[in-house]
């Protein structure tokens, strides 16, 4: 079975409120991860370009058709919006399940569902988000107010397309922001249809524009261009740090970043009535869209007494999630989002066998009649802390299985690593699992059961996990505005 593009697909750049191809005609292939085939030629932005929409951008934003528009008619508006994803929610979830390799039915009944609460939640929140008067003399006034920071640079990952844009744009669009997206150059099309369906809801021209492109150009002109106030980033710690470098050497924008994850889950042996269930719930925080999450839970800490009983769980789990086209509406993983991602993910494997870990479940590419990027669901026994498994992030179906004898090694091993973004703890014992939760270093911690919260919890990490702000909840209106404080004397 084989992806087909839904209609009303374009592949060219908007800006301003309508298509326009590349200011040098470049383009770039989108691919099926599937079957490896090119679906298509996307408009390849460059800075040209990016200029374009911030200019765009910030002429919506100076001229006040959105930023001063009455907060209840912004409102109004995102609703409408939201009712046109919601109609339009086959050819989002189509989209993106053929441009990133995602299951079908996790699109229709996850992501996209997931994405249009998003933008409905901020659109209601626009009137319940409220300044402050500060307590000062009876000499003076003070208020303190948030507005909107002005243009604001949107750079999303490929992984969850409509989630992640749509985390970003949410309350972007509710503070009264303008905005510039550089989807990821391998899952580019749903952006481009939201930001068709906002014109449509009547957002106003310019108020959201959509550019795709190469991250090393479209990514690198939108970040250094000096008339953007602020940048929001969602991928890799690497490309993280650049556009850090970009604030720095243009206009020192504001920066939220984002990043990567090597997200524990810990299980302790008085929880060892429940491994059934944890096991299950441990298969699809590792496993979930081929472990191409930041919240994966690649690492698996055990308490030694009940440790081969999990694996041995975990490998019959593993062995039965089926893997198949994204198209069909039975499958539970995909490939990886390209070729490379694929053979790092199996170098991985290779280099942790060598270093004396056990391959317990999958350790092998699969499907390679499709031409698509295909790995095993793969659970790693034997894993040390010291091991590159251990401690990067692969962003694929690998899972490393590692011991510990008591609370404190749980909390040292959780904590080795560079990253701070999620964790997950299973145990029976409340002060336990307490204890856990503010020990292990992490922006969202579950308990006895792998969530990333809802919409109403603020979501990031902490280290090299990112900063700078937080995707979700009403904290996340921090980074797209400007604290301002007014000071009034009296009695003059």
Known sequence: MEHV???KTSFNAYIDGRHEEAADGATFETVDPSTGKVLGEVTAGGAEDIDRAVKAARRSFTSGVWSRLAPAERKRILLRFADLLEDDLEIIAQLDSVEAGKPITDCREIDTPDAINTIRWYAESIDKVFGKVSPTSSDNLAYVVREAIGVVGVVVPWNFPAVTLAWKIGPALAAGNSIVVKPAELSSLGAIRFAELATE??????????????GHIAGKALGLHDDVDAITFTGSTEVGRKFLRYAADSNLKEVSLECGGKSPQIVFADAKEDLQVIAEDMVTAAFWNAGQNCTAGSRILVQNSIRSELVELLVERANKLRLGSPADPGTQMGPLIEASAADRTIRYIEEAVSAGAEIAAGGKRALPETGGYFVQPTVLDGVTPDMPVAREEIF?????????????EAIRIANASSYGLAATIWSRDIYTALKLAGAV?????????????????PFGGFRTSGFGGREKG????EQYTELKTVWITLDR
């Open 474 to 477: 009403i904290e996340a209106f």
């Open 396 to 408: 694929g179906p690998v899972v490393a299985v590692l011991g510990f004898e008591d609370t404190d």
């Open 201 to 214: 809801a009547g957002v106003p021209d310019g108020v959201f524009n959509v550019v795709p492109g190469l």
């Open 5 to 7: 593009l839904p209609p």
């Open 441 to 457: 270093r992490a922006g969202t911690v579950a308990i006895n059961g792998y969530s990333e919260g809802d919409i109403t919890t």
